[in-house]
Structures are given as C-alpha cells and as structure tokens.
C-alpha cells in the first residue's frame, strides 16, 4: 500500500522489486487488497505480453492513513512511558 500511496499506478514487477517480494507471495497480497477494494488493478497487454497495473482506491488510502495513525499513536504511547 505504501507503494501504491507514493505513485499514481504501478505495474506488478515495480512493486515486486520496491518491496522485494516473491510473485506467489506479492500476488496473493494484492489480490486480498483488491478484494477489500483498497486497490484496482487494470489488466492489460504491451507488445503481447500481459501487464498488471495497481492503484490505491479512496477506500484504501483512507484506510492507509488509518493505519499510519494507528502507528504514530502507538509510537507516542511508547516513547512517553
């Protein structure tokens, strides 16, 4: 998510090498974001070959800023006790 959080679109192999994840691995997680509708993904093909392409959906960066304030508030918790 923070991938896609930073860029417009991403295709595949650029998150694959961005976070240095298998393609089992990679897939099974996009596609289970897909699902809760943080991502869309556009299917296509360049010269023959086929391209999968990412990108955050509101639901998702919402949820993505949730998430880093969930952190932050965590984080403060910790460093003040």
């Known amino acids: ?34 699902q809760a509708g943080y991502i869309s993904v556009n299917k296509l093909f360049v010269e023959r070959k086929p391209v999968s392409k990412y990108k955050i959906t509101s639901k998702g960066f919402k949820a993505f800023e949730k998430y880093i304030s969930n952190l932050e508030s965590i984080i403060k918790n910790k460093i003040s006790k």
């Open 1 to 34: 998510m923070a991938v896609l959080v930073s860029v417009k679109e991403a295709e595949f192999n650029f998150i694959k090498e961005k976070i240095n994840a298998t393609d089992g691995n990679l897939s099974v997680h996009l596609k289970k974001l897909e």
